[in-house]
């Protein structure tokens, strides 16, 4: 029990006098979670529109007030022909063109079916597609607002227009921001890399100085050594906790909903993966930069891609999900994402939190196991 | 002999395809200071370390302080101090804090730990240094301040892997007034060198060549056994035409580059130093000096590896 406590005051002293080391501890997280909070946004807003009115009736200029008045697109241009859009479209000057042809008005006016040409830039796939919703549901209105205009003027014939009007209310995130949405992950992902980077090279470091063999010719037992190095880890882990709690509250105003202390419990139930998985690394490797290359490549990558935090689980094929069950962070993404957003308490979330504890507790057993203070 | 401090049987290491120690045997006494020389490369280091829990053998057995190797390695470890050629100590920690942290994991505590704290710092010479950032210690103070962490808590056998490499010749000689130190104290030093001139100071020298122990004795006895003929030390002009000349002659045993002077054995002193003379001056070279040298163990261990070398097993067969 001593032997621990030496180990980790040691760690915190060389930890207290490491300059980069405080500033990668504290200042880091802080910054990445401020710039992460604001980039990471799904939201498709302000979409760069060209319109090419080659009608020029004031039916056709209701449809691209539509347009610009829905707050989804910006009409920055108007092109002459339809041939000068392809400019716009290869030079990134418009992602989205409106073309509307000629007699488009008089259709209307005529009651006849007119149609309505929208150019697409496709290459970014998830907003073009959010952008064409967007379009075909101002497309739908407009529609509309002809019909109930032309049987207004047929009003005192008698014939009444039913409507549906659906009245939709959002649960856990009212105004859809994918900022509440992100933030949490965003922390999930934070605590990840911090802990398993900061432990997959705790150990290969001192291999590399040549301490460790000083240390495992001490009496100090495996199981001593590996407390002794990971609970620093943990500490620093949850002072990261807490800071970037503070800045998802304060500055993006997106508290958590569910139970603070709760949060706090599972986060370290998800710290023991993540320490845990770095110590396995870091007793694998023999440099600290096979270490660093290691963690990024079996560690993080398929952690951030895999786990939910950026594609939806459900959408990945059958074997890809099966994947994700090895995954720590898939459990905490939901755990995480359930306190923020929903609010949700330990009867919606034993079950993911059971199965980090069970992962922490083979990852742990399994570092303490290959680490049997030999160096060869 | 008591109990020996450390006894080792048949042990040996395999990486892989290459034999590192071959079936190694030996007894250290206790209170010896035993050194194990060898080139770089010839297993002294694998075999320090397969002592002292770091690698574990493939096959053999060893006892140190009492204790199996493979069987209570913490036992052992808590009996031995270690220190290797690398100064394995905390560059970012200070002085005290080094001694504190090791100290602390060998269970000293209290006014023991105090105590053993001022004996280190005393022993290492750096009083009034005790807050400063190791890094900024020189490689003596370095090495002494190593030591002392690795016998903090009065260890039977310290184990020493090439302690004086990359060390000044003062702060070599200073390293080896401590260890005769340790050893009046009753500890036990089991040291490795590749410095001949070093392993004069040990009480019995061990000699191991690729893997195999070649020979083993006390410095006196390793230069009675394997140097029966006289050596004459030379000193001439043009020493490398000089030496291939000798080597020519078929009543020169062996001749060697030492420094700027020629080592050459002859079976009998009187006859040799005439025919050297004679052979030399026939060649126009001029004689300044030639000297009867007691022989060092530099001309024992360069005769040995000649023996031990496969060109020379090839020849006598």
């Given at each position: 029990m001593r032997a621990i406590l030496q180990i980790i005051r040691k760690e915190f002293i060389q930890a207290a006098r490491d300059r980069k080391m405080i500033f990668i501890i504290l200042v880091a997280p802080v910054f990445q979670l401020i710039i992460l909070g604001y980039a990471a946004n799904l939201d498709v807003r302000n979409i760069q529109t060209v319109v090419c009115d080659l009608d020029r009736t004031p039916e056709s200029r209701a449809l691209v007030s539509e347009f610009s008045n829905s707050?989804?697109?910006?009409?920055n241009d108007y092109a002459e022909?339809?041939?000068?859009l392809d400019h716009y479209l290869d030079y990134g000057k418009a992602s989205f063109a409106l073309v509307i042809p000629k007699n488009f008005g008089s259709k209307i006016i005529q009651g006849r079916t007119a149609q309505l040409q929208i150019l697409v830039d496709g290459s970014e796939s998830s907003f073009a597609t959010s952008g064409l919703q967007y379009a075909s549901i101002i497309a739908l209105r407009y529609s509309q607002n002809v019909l109930l205009q032309t049987f207004s003027r047929m009003q005192g014939t008698g014939i009444k227009v039913p409507r549906l009007n659906p009245e939709i209310r959002i649960w856990y995130n009212p105004e859809l921001r994918s900022r509440n949405f992100m933030i949490p992950g965003v922390l999930a992902l934070l605590l990840m890399i911090m802990t398993t980077m900061l432990t997959s090279l705790a150990v290969v470091k001192e291999k590399e100085v040549g301490t460790m063999e000083q240390l495992i010719v001490t009496p100090i037992r495996s199981y001593a050594l590996i407390i002794g190095k990971l609970a620093p880890f943990s500490i620093i882990g949850m002072i990261d906790v807490v800071l970037v709690l503070l800045v998802a509250s304060f500055w993006f105003k997106v508290p958590p909903k569910g139970s603070v202390p709760l949060l706090f419990l599972l986060c370290m139930l998800f710290l023991m993966t993540t320490l845990g998985l770095g110590l396995l690394v870091s007793t694998l490797s023999k440099t600290q930069q096979q270490a660093m290359m290691s963690s990024q490549f079996f560690i993080m990558m398929p952690m951030i891609y895999l786990?939910?935090?950026?594609?939806?689980?459900?959408?990945?094929p059958k074997i890809i999900q099966l994947v994700t069950f090895f995954l720590p962070l898939r459990y905490f993404i939901v755990i995480i994402r359930g306190l923020f957003m929903?609010?949700?308490g330990w009867h919606e979330l034993w079950a993911q939190a059971l199965m980090l504890l069970l992962f922490g507790i083979a990852i742990l057993s399994i570092s303490i196991v290959r680490f049997r203070k030999k160096i060869g | 002999m008591s109990e020996p401090a450390i006894s080792v049987h048949n042990l040996t290491k395999r990486f892989g395809d290459f034999l590192a120690v071959n079936n190694v045997s030996f007894q250290v006494g206790k209170g010896e200071i035993f050194g194990f020389l060898g080139a770089n490369g010839a297993g002294k280091s694998t075999t320090i370390r397969m002592l002292c829990g770091l690698l574990s053998s493939t096959s053999g057995t060893a006892t140190v302080a009492g204790y199996e190797i493979n069987q209570q390695p913490e036992k052992v470890k808590e009996n031995i101090g270690y220190m290797s050629q690398k100064f394995s100590l905390y560059d970012d920690l200070t002085v005290r804090e080094n001694i504190r942290f090791f100290g602390g994991v060998y269970g000293l505590r209290g006014k023991e730990l105090k105590d053993r704290m001022e004996w280190a710092v005393e022993m290492a010479g750096l009083q009034g240094r005790e807050n400063s950032l190791t890094v900024e210690l020189a490689g003596g103070w370095k090495q002494r301040l190593a030591l002392g962490c690795a016998i903090l808590h009065n260890p039977k056998i310290v184990f020493l892997d090439e302690p004086t490499g990359g060390v000044d010749p003062v702060s070599r000689r200073n390293f080896w007034e401590l260890i005769n130190q340790l050893s009046e104290q009753g500890t036990t030093v089991f040291v490795t060198t590749h410095y001949l001139d070093e392993a004069e100071y040990a009480n019995r020298i061990m000699l191991i060549q690729a893997g195999e122990i070649i020979a083993g004795g006390s410095p006196k006895e390793l230069k009675e056994t394997h140097i029966k003929n006289p050596i004459l030390e030379v000193e001439c002009d043009q020493v490398v035409s000089a030496m291939e000349i000798l080597q020519q002659q078929d009543w020169v045993i062996e001749t060697t580059i030492f420094g700027t002077y020629l080592h050459t054995s002859v079976t009998n002193e009187d006859e040799g130093r005439k025919k050297i003379q004679k052979v030399l001056a026939e060649n126009n070279i001029s004689i300044k000096r030639m000297d009867r040298i007691v022989p060092s163990l530099e001309d024992v261990f360069i005769y040995l590896i000649d023996q031990g070398s496969p060109a020379a097993k090839e020849e006598s067969r």
């Open positions: 707050g989804y697109f910006v009409v022909k339809i041939s000068d786990s939910g935090f950026v594609f939806p689980i459900e959408n990945m929903k609010g949700v | -």
